[in-house]
């Protein structure tokens, strides 16, 4: 009994020196310029991308801008409800700016109504708010885009086949982009391939993705001209049940993030694309937008004018543009950008094709 | 029973000398199913798809569902032995992805050869079932909550393990190897052959001894009956898979581990004070039985056997991403155990039902996918017949108590 | 029966047992001999349990000696009693009802070879033992939960005197079986004393305390409450000295010691 308190004092002990080591480093110094607190919510860690690149480009720009500002982070785990209950606690301890990348766009509404009761503006990031008049500007790329442009180099690398079978491997039901990305595809493939199954891929999941090539390859005996997968991981996954399935040489397979397995097999020759979405300049533009909101509260310049409805308003966007890497360019896209460096990218096994591909 | 019939007068309690037919209709009706719920539930799901698609019984659609049954069998093998004491695991999904992540970063990112990176990896889940079960048994947290802790914990640790990076690729052939390997036929069924000679022989010398000590022992022509099944299942099994690419070294890896732990769970002491701390903790424990060291073990053995799972998924799919071992894992795993008729509330259950389970449960996934049915009725279907096989086991478990032997 | 030449098996002297304020035994004497059935009777409370746990080595008493076979020994835990050849049985039986009979006869000691169980070996074994002790479970295979009560507690007996013991403590061994059933284990108790055991038995059911014991011990509110020989007593007398009658005190004298124990399985 002794023991187990002395353990559970030990442990409180342990974790308020974390908290107070994590707030210590972002208390505020002491010069002039504008200040405020900035909230950012980002909806899972599950994904490479938003721990590991949305937020740290997003807190190193905010505070190239503003140094005296206080950004308060928080990540939803892929749950909504969880995700209003931090927006709360942010309102609460008065943010300025809200920077929301929802879980779920429809329920993120309340988030939004809730902010504009308290004169908060909120920034939708990435994801689209749904449904309500009370998003002040919406920051993404364009999500049909991306299903048109994985589409339209699929159908590049099919080149002259004629009435080739492709396999479409969809990303999962629940995500509205994936609906997106599946209709933009849809949208150029269809009448021009022969689509012999299609599967919707819950969770995104690499291991379902698997499976579900495995036995499309099973029904349709190995014959499969190309592969439109929505996302690296599905195409990942498509790759190893057709490499395990025996099919060679290996039909043209989309991709989608940039991840750095999919460039490194596209580099391997396993993968023929994925689509890059910068996430640079997306994450820096929020961060420029939610200094804007801070400082002036104004339309920012940044919008041209467009606008994205989201059901109930035209909401201001600034839209970036996907771009689709193949062996090609990849020197020129994620290298270039310092997206991955070639330390990243040229390990082990890669790099005679890094070479190849003139990444030196 | 000659040995004890020097025939007292017959009490009320005492069962007449039944015939092996009546014996096992009795057992049913006592609702000792077994695995026959299971085993009825695989050929009524494999009739359906069979008829809704002809290449579902083919050689190549069967290879793959030992494959894909290789890795969720694995981890269930585990989830038996956790059950068979009364307990749960729940982390053994984010083990699995774990244990997967640290071999990989290991061979990919450290250069560490292939099989000591597996080895680091298997070594991985061990030491989480040490710390899990030492929590579990050195300070009486229950297991739900310890591996619940567990199912959280280790996804962080998974996500800091993998890093920036995302999805890592695994490229080393000897992992890859681990279910991209077959089997040719003459390997193939030289290991059936051998295995059945082994099951042979071990009935046969079984049955010669219980003779010369005087013990009942079933009639000579019984045994053959169950050799000749058994030799037949093995080598139709290897027929089909041979008829594809060979025998899939990930099914054999599977079936490896069943017996293994079969035997070591029937067979040794071991496994016997495994199943008295699963039916009476106390009995156990006033016997002389150390539970608090079975129980221990047997949390390192389900986070180890986690980790083959996890290896073998992650070799499946040639690499770990920060979903390794999330998702339906850890359901799968614990359904097969359940459906294939290992009882909830400990004590009961064999090895099999791992691998029984694990083939219904691929079998629906493989047939959904198979026929491209959207994922709202995969997810349905796979319910409905979990609730199906775990309500007989629920059914069974009445009949046990109106017949006072539960 | 000629017990008296003999040394007791068990000799208990002036035991003594405090919990707290609760005096739980004082100035306690007990004997078993080899071949001797001993009632331990009284009222709920009147020490019963401790006494027995105080022989099992689950308490150790505050003073008093006890000695095994004429020597002193101490025992300080349920590990020396075995190990002395004193067996219990108590209520719960702690039988594996998941486990066949010839299994839970073995559980603890296994018989192995190379690392495998010994199956064959272990269940021609319990079926000697129980065909000794004239228990009838016809297929040894079958699960315990599956056996009738007077099985169950067969099977219990059994494995405790399996292992060479000497004296065998039963804790209400009929308490919740039928007539046939209790007769069943009445006659499993006397083939242990035939077999030259000294059984303790402990019961509230006078019928059978008297049909089966050669000799009633009673405990009165923790003290010695008289030892009666079956054969010159009568239930009168018994029933006077459990109820305190003899001593003068109140007839429905209230258990002063252990109020908390549950009717049954408390002393």
Known sequence: ?360 | MSTVADKPPALAEDEDQPGFALQAWRRLRQGELGPLPALLALALIWAAFQIANPNFLSPRNLSNLVSQTAAVGTISVGVVLVLLLGEIDLSVGQVSGLSAAVMTVLNVQHGIPGPVAIIAGIMTGALIGLLQGFWITRFGVPSFIVTLAGLIGWQGALLYVLGQTGTININDPVIIGLTGTFLSPVVGYGIGVLAVVVYAANLVIGQRRRRAAGLEAAPINRLAVRIGIVAAAILVAIGVLSADRGVPLAGLILVGFVVLFDLIVRRTTYGRHLFAVGGNAEAARRAGISVNTIRLSVFVLASTLAACGGILFASRLFAVNYSSGGGDVLIDAIAAAVIGGTSLFGGRGTVWSALLGAFVIQSIENGLDLIALPSTVKYMVTGAVMLFAVTLDAIARQGRQASGRA | ?267
């Open chain 3, 1 to 267: 029966m000629a017990v008296a030449t003999k040394t007791p098996l068990l000799t208990l002297h002036n035991i003594s047992k405090r919990f707290g304020a609760v005096q739980a035994l004082s100035g306690v004497d007990f004997e078993v001999y080899p071949g001797e059935v001993v009632g331990l009777v009284g009222d709920n409370g009147a020490g019963k349990s401790t006494l027995v746990k105080t022989i099992a080595g689950i308490h150790s008493p505050d003073s008093g000696e006890i000695l095994f076979e004429g020597h002193p020994v101490t025992i300080t835990g349920p590990r020396d009693a075995a190990q002395l050849g004193i067996s219990t049985v108590y209520q719960d039986l702690a039988l594996c009802d998941n486990l066949d009979v010839v299994a839970n006869l073995y559980l603890g000691r296994e018989l192995t070879e190379a690392e495998v169980l010994d199956e064959v070996r272990m269940e021609r074994r319990a079926i000697e033992v129980l065909k000794g002790l004239q228990v009838k479970i016809r297929i040894v295979r079958n699960v315990v939960a599956s056996l009738s009560g007077g099985q169950r507690q067969s099977v219990a007996v059994a494995r405790s005197v399996m292992w060479n013991s000497k004296v065998v403590l039963l804790d209400e061994p009929t308490a919740a079986l039928g007539v046939a059933q209790t007769k069943q284990v009445l006659d499993l108790i006397r083939r242990l004393r035939d077999q030259g055991l000294g059984v303790v038995v402990i019961s509230h059911n006078l019928a059978d305390v008297f049909e089966v014991c050669d000799r009633i011990v009673v405990l009165w509110l923790g003290r010695p409450g008289g030892s009666f020989d079956v054969r010159e007593t009568s239930r009168e007398k018994v029933v006077a000295a459990i109820t305190g009658a003899e001593f003068g005190g109140p007839a429905d004298a209230a258990p002063a010691d252990d109020p908390t124990a549950a009717k049954g399985i408390a002393p």
């Open chain 1, 1 to 360: 009994m002794h023991k187990l308190r002395t353990l559970t004092l030990v442990a409180s002990m342990g974790l308020i020196a974390v908290i107070v080591a994590s707030c210590g480093g972002s208390s505020t110094t002491g010069s002039t310029g504008p200040s405020g607190k900035i909230g950012l919510l980002l909806p899972e860690s599950k994904t490479a991308r938003y721990e590991t690149k949305d937020r740290p480009l997003f807190t190193n720009k905010l505070k190239a801008l503003c140094p005296n500002c206080t950004l308060l982070y928080n990540n939803a785990n892929q749950d909504s409800s969880v995700q209003q209950t931090q927006a709360e606690a942010m309102l609460t301890n008065g943010v300025k700016v809200l920077v929301l990348d929802p879980v779920d766009g429809k329920s993120a509404a309340a988030i939004a109504d809730k902010a504009k009761q308290q004169g908060v503006p909120v920034v939708s990031y990435d994801r689209l708010i749904l449904n309500t008049a009370n998003v002040n500007f919406y920051i993404s790329f364009d999500n049909a885009k991306v299903g048109q442009l994985q589409g339209t180099s699929l159908l590049t690398a099919l080149g002259s086949k004629t009435n080739p079978s492709i396999v479409m491997i969809n990303g999962d039901p629940a995500d509205n982009n994936a609906k997106l990305f599946k209709q933009g595809a849809h949208s150029v493939l269809d009448g021009k391939v022969q689509i012999k199954k299609e599967y919707d891929t819950p969770s995104w999941s690499p291991d379902k993705a698997h499976d579900e090539m495995a036995q499309a390859l099973t029904a349709l005996g190995n014959k499969v001209d190309g592969v439109y997968a929505a996302n690296d991981g599905t195409g990942g996954g498509a790759i190893s049940a057709m490499v395990s399935a025996g099919v060679n040489p290996l039909p043209p397979v989309t991709g989608q993030d940039a991840e750095l397995a999919a460039i490194q097999r596209i580099l391997a020759g396993q993968q023929y694309m994925t689509v890059y979405k910068a996430i640079v300049p997306e994450a820096e533009q929020a961060a420029q937008l939610a200094f804007d909101l801070l400082t002036s509260a104004s339309a920012s310049s940044m919008t041209n004018g467009k606008t994205t409805n989201n059901g109930t308003a035209d909401v201001p966007s600034v839209l970036l543009n996907p771009v689709a890497v193949t062996k090609d360019n990849v020197k020129t896209t994620v290298v270039a950008d310092g997206f991955w460096t070639k330390a990243d990218i040229c390990t082990g096994t890669y790099v005679a094709a890094c070479t190849a591909a003139g990444i030196n």
